[in-house]
């Protein structure tokens, strides 16, 4: 029986260097590189009664923890690359077990690293800015219950007419920030109450994009966010990430 | 460039940052113990998350 289990946090080169000072999870010792033939989990000793199954589930209900967890986990691999990134707590039993892991998703893994190699994840946030267009319209009263429909029609019209107006902004912004990209998509927008604003979000686009070319994405999303200023529109890049969002189907 | 704009504050910027990392990454069956993906943990934590950031916000 192990004294310590593994949290990992991706995957390497067998042969890469890590920064001198990398944070850990809570309860973790520095990232180390734990390698198997070409490849290496970047991977920290925990305490196993604090990452069995149960303990875990706990500790992802407590906010503070999770967001210390969220926050190392973040940390160490933006301060490495090239990496594959797992899935935040993936928890290993002993070292045995991580080898077997980068034994058995090898061929997988190191396509991965080749492919993110000298890349970033970059985010852009599609936001409507400008108020309802439509609810300028009736200030004043309507002269009859006829006219009232009229208004309602019309404002409903006009309310349709800037959505669709909006919708095709943002594919095509989408589509422009994708031809600056190596892979792009885009993920369910978020829902008002988690970005704080009551705007609603339109495009949650991802990007990977190569380091090469960085300077270039965010000239475009510049160009874009003057471009489309005027039709209510506001960008809001973040980045650069590791790239979490483009390593989907990775693993056998 | 005033149409960007600023970074979110603490708060948001740790749900964006929670909203990449419980739905991001390989997930890798098998010999682990538990990876996130395994429980709807996005629902969960972003629900006491929301509860936290109202509380803050003293609403």
């Known amino acids: 029986m192990s004294t310590t289990a593994l949290y990992t946090y991706g995957v390497m080169a067998a042969g890469a260097r890590l920064p001198s000072a990398l944070p850990a999870v809570p309860g973790g010792r520095s990232p180390r590189l734990l390698a198997h033939e070409a490849l290496a989990a970047l991977v920290s000793d925990v305490p196993p009664d ?117 919708h095709a902004a943002c594919v095509a912004i989408h589509e422009r920030l994708a031809e600056n990209a190596a892979a792009a998509l885009t993920r369910p927008a978020q829902r008002p109450e988690l970005t704080g604003r009551r705007e609603p979000m339109l495009l949650n686009g991802v990007y990977l994009v190569p380091d090469a070319a960085q300077e270039q994405f965010l000239a475009e999303v510049k160009q874009l966010a003057d471009d489309y200023a005027a039709d209510g529109l506001e960008l809001q890049p973040t980045g650069p990430w590791p790239a979490y969002n483009f390593v989907e189907g990775v693993a056998a | 460039m005033s149409v960007i704009a600023p970074a979110p504050q603490h708060d948001l910027a740790l749900v964006d940052l929670l909203d990449r990392l419980l739905q991001g990454g390989v997930v890798i069956q098998g010999a682990v113990v538990l990876a996130a993906a395994e429980i709807d943990l996005v629902r969960l934590d972003l629900r006491i998350l929301i509860a936290s950031i109202d509380k803050a916000a003293g609403l």
Do not use: I
């Open chain 1, 50 to 166: 604090e990452y069995e199954e149960d303990a875990l589930r706990r500790h992802l209900e407590d906010m503070d923890w999770l967001e210390q967890a969220a926050r190392a986990h973040q940390e160490v691999l933006g301060a490495v690359a090239p990496v594959v990134p797992l899935r935040m707590c993936t928890v290993y039993r002993n070292e045995d077990r991580v080898r077997a892991m980068l034994a058995h998703q090898a061929p997988a893994l190191a396509a991965a690293l080749v492919q993110l190699g000298g890349k970033s994840e970059w985010g852009v946030k599609v936001f409507s800015a400008a108020g309802d267009s439509a609810a300028a319209d009736g200030a004043e009263k309507p002269a009859s219950g006829a006219d009232y429909m009229r208004r309602r029609l019309r404002a409903r019209d006009v309310r349709q007419a800037s959505d669709e107006r909006r």
